[in-house]
């Protein structure tokens, strides 16, 4: 594995590679030295053009915990904010021999773009609305936890129902989490407004649906996605009150769900909006695990990524 | 990954004599630890795990109590990680804590120190173990760390290019060391030294 630009990256014997290591990795949380060496002399920078919180400190942890050195570059406070264009920064960065770039960016496609532009390894933070890959391997890793307390040998997600709900237009992560359920085997319903379902949906593998209630009660899990206003530029929806009744994850939706069916939710949770308060405190809301699991399956991307052979980190462009 | 002793490879031990050196091992720990009190055995993936198992056997059938074992994956503190594609790491399976215990470490092969110079550091990273032993079913010579063995089954003296196998019922179908000379008989590259007891 060169690079992890999209989940459709990853065959099923890689993202189970990727998913047992990071159970490896999760013991070396608990453990009182959260250290291991096996990237030391590696350096990692993380380039984010766009805020993060839990992404960033993830990357910067699973990075430090393996022993590379780890810069954070974020757009304010960089030349990026002079106007340096998005080759010269990568460039730029990639000149100082640096082996794994981490990239979040507003732009589509930007870490496959620079994945051309630089020989060290590229991450795909997040980018734009396509794609979230880390995202979706930090899901799977913890949904297949969750299945494996009843069925510990399982590996493929074959047969398992997987509802993905809310602002799919807009979430990188619910593309990222299609194309990696997709790969696992999971049946995948999508369900959204009609303006919040993406043009060219009836090509993905996929089922859709614009009627929570109907698909609820049938899933093994359900994936909340967050409102992200900040991507409107129009009205998607006529008031949140409204969007609330359709599609959030309501108490009453809640009492809907099957017996030990998981809620899973990527944050930062728009609570009252997308989910209620019960949803996201509920006994089966496997939030906070998908944040301690970000940690373990970015050190075991970054593992595969950086763990083997040394790799020529030059740029190719000229300054 | 197994292949039957050929022409080329010379039997070392048998079937009998390994168990026989197994048994002879797990008495030689038992009294220099004067009995199992606070021993925690833990096996290097891959062979070192079912030796591990076997010596905690021999030694419960000895003493009469059972005797944590498990499993210590050095992959991830290896110090040749760049010469090498990514490794699959193996999977640590520790039954206690180290802290204040005797850990005696198990491996089939003693060659050049550094898979247990990764081993140390794994350990010193889990606890910190009263003493820390080390048991090995081969020790072919040819260290590169000051680094010697507590307990070995046999001592094998070799050529730095020839090749040690170990195999073993549970990972291999057949219980046997053999010595054969490097692939091309002038040297041999490997990507698993240590394990295969050669590089």
């Not at chain 1, 899973?264 to 996201?280: F, K």
């Amino acid at each position: 594995m060169r690079h992890l630009l999209s989940a459709a990256d990853l065959s099923l014997a890689e993202t189970s590679a990727i998913l047992d290591l990071a159970e490896e990795m999760a013991q070396v949380q608990a453990r009182p030295v959260k250290k291991l060496p096996a990237l030391r002399g590696r350096t990692v920078v993380n380039l984010f053009f766009e805020d993060s919180t839990r992404t960033r400190s993830s990357f910067e942890l699973a990075g430090k915990w393996l022993s590379a050195d780890v810069i954070n570059v974020s757009a304010k406070g960089s030349s990026v904010s002079k106007g340096e264009s998005l080759r010269d920064t990568v460039l730029t960065v990639a000149a100082m021999g640096v082996d794994a770039l981490v990239i979040r960016h507003g732009a589509s496609g930007a870490p496959g773009q620079a994945a051309q532009w630089v020989d060290a390894h590229v991450l795909n933070a997040g980018d734009g609305t396509h794609e979230h890959p880390t995202q979706a391997l930090l899901d799977a890793f913890t949904l297949r936890r969750h299945f494996r307390t009843t069925e510990p040998d399982l590996d493929t997600f074959a047969g398992k129902r997987v509802v993905i709900a809310g602002d799919v237009t807009h979430s990188r992560v619910a593309r990222s989490n299609v194309l990696l359920l997709q790969t696992l085997g999971a049946d995948v319903t999508l369900v959204a407004p009609p303006t919040l379902m993406p043009s060219g949906v009836e090509t993905w593998p996929v089922t859709t649906s614009s009627d929570f209630d109907a698909v609820l009660p049938e899933a093994d899990a359900v994936m909340m996605l967050r409102v992200q206003r900040e991507r409107m530029s129009g009205g998607y929806f006529p008031t949140p009150r409204e969007y609330t009744v359709g599609y959030g994850l309501t108490r009453a939706r809640l009492a809907s769900m099957r017996p030990g069916s998981a809620i899973c939710h990527p944050g930062p949770m728009n609570r009252g909006l997308e989910i209620s308060a019960d949803a996201a405190d509920a006994a089966s809301s496997l939030i906070l695990d998908q944040v301690a699991a970000g940690v373990a399956v970015r050190m075991s991307v970054l593992y595969q990524l950086l763990g083997g052979e040394d790799a020529p980190a030059t740029p190719r462009g000229d300054l | 990954m197994a292949e039957p002793a050929t022409t080329t490879s010379r039997l070392v031990l048998d079937a009998d004599q390994i168990q026989r050196t197994c048994a002879r091992m797990a008495h030689q720990v038992l009294e220099a630890n004067r009995g199992a009190e606070g021993l925690v055995v833990l096996g290097i993936p891959t062979r070192g795990v079912p030796l591990a198992e076997r010596l905690a056997r021999a030694m419960a059938d000895v003493e009469g109590v059972d005797i944590p074992v498990g499993a210590l994956d050095i992959t991830l503190y290896r110090d040749d990680l760049r010469r090498h594609p990514t490794r699959a790491v193996g999977r640590s399976r520790l039954p206690v804590g180290v802290d204040d215990a005797v850990v005696v470490l198990v491996d089939d092969v003693l060659f050049s120190g550094r898979t247990v110079r990764a081993a140390l550091d794994a350990l010193g990273d889990l606890g910190r173990p009263r003493a820390v032993r080390l048991a090995v079913l081969v020790d072919r010579g040819h260290r590169e760390l000051p680094i010697r063995a507590d307990h070995v089954g046999k001592n094998l003296p070799t050529r730095a290019d020839e090749r040690v196998s170990v195999r073993l019922e549970e990972t291999d179908g057949v219980n046997e060391v053999t010595i054969s000379p490097g692939w091309d008989g002038a040297g041999s590259e490997l990507s698993t030294p240590d394990e295969e007891g050669t590089r």
